[in-house]
């Protein structure tokens, strides 16, 4: 079944820097346009970024001119870089395939931000 493992979070500072992977499974990864997601606790899930097939990405407003999307097709892989971190930015973080809302989440990866 199609779905993603992402990796790469841990505890930063406030304006620190992580970079996120989402390593993809059970799908023919240049086919999709995919999406970074962010959940805190007893909030639903919110869009961040989203990269189309061919590598155009936009991110939402709050965290324009911080964090950049990216893919590697060849390696089944999508980015989050994300710099100038501030605590509102911890959350849990995950990837799916955008428009296939039936897809399960994967395993996501915890942002902490605290000094």
């Known amino acids: 079944q199609a779905h993603f493992v992402a990796s790469g979070g841990g505890l930063v500072q406030p304006g620190g820097s992580l970079t996120l992977t989402c390593t993809a499974n059970?799908?023919?990864?240049?086919?999709?346009?995919v999406g970074w997601y962010r959940q805190t606790p007893g909030a639903q899930r919110e869009l961040v970024a989203s990269v189309t097939r061919s590598g155009s990405g936009v991110v939402v407003s709050s965290v324009k001119g911080r964090f950049t999307i990216s893919r590697d097709n060849a390696k089944g892989t999508v980015d989050l870089q994300m710099n100038n971190l501030k605590p509102e930015d911890a959350a849990e973080y995950f990837c799916?395939?955008?428009?296939?809302?039936?897809?399960?989440w994967g395993h996501g990866t915890q942002v902490t931000v605290s000094s």
């Open positions: 799916r395939r955008l428009h296939y809302p039936s897809d399960i």
């Open positions: 059970g799908m023919v990864f240049n086919m999709y346009d």
